[in-house]
């Protein structure tokens, strides 16, 4: 059974930090690529940060130099370390899981297995 965990949202001023871990069941760690995506309201869900077993990293280009994606493969965790947070950075995280376990500039299209989500809140 596939299981993706989430935790670590919350509420935080702006300009705050938080980080996001998800916990994956191990087979599902080790051969997919690993990736937050957020939804805020009204809006459709996006890629935040992805990284792959090699340690490819992209990330959205708002969160460019504040997020750093990152994965304990030990832990079958990753994380997301989130700085300079911003009031539009508000949404609900999702942690996904996705077999195509290389470098993709563009997400067109959202595969693979999802966490519950967990809410960040970012005060002005």
């Known amino acids: 059974q596939v299981q993706l965990v989430e935790s670590g949202g919350g509420l935080v001023q702006a300009g705050g930090s938080l980080r996001l871990s998800c916990a994956a069941s191990?087979?599902?760690?080790?051969?997919?690529?690993m990736g937050w995506y957020r939804q805020a309201p009204g809006k459709q869900r996006e890629m935040v940060a992805r990284?792959?077993?090699?340690?490819?990293?992209n990330y959205k280009d708002s969160v460019k130099g504040r997020f750093f994606i990152s994965r304990d493969n030990a832990k079958n965790t990753v994380y997301l370390q989130m700085n300079s947070l911003k009031p539009e950075d508000t949404a609900v995280y999702y942690c996904n899981a996705d077999p195509r376990n290389f470098f993709i500039s563009t997400i067109s299209r959202e595969l693979g297995f999802w966490g519950q989500g967990t809410q960040v809140t970012v005060s002005s």
């Open positions: 990284i792959t077993t090699g340690d490819n990293r």
């Open positions: 191990g087979s599902i760690f080790s051969n997919n690529a």
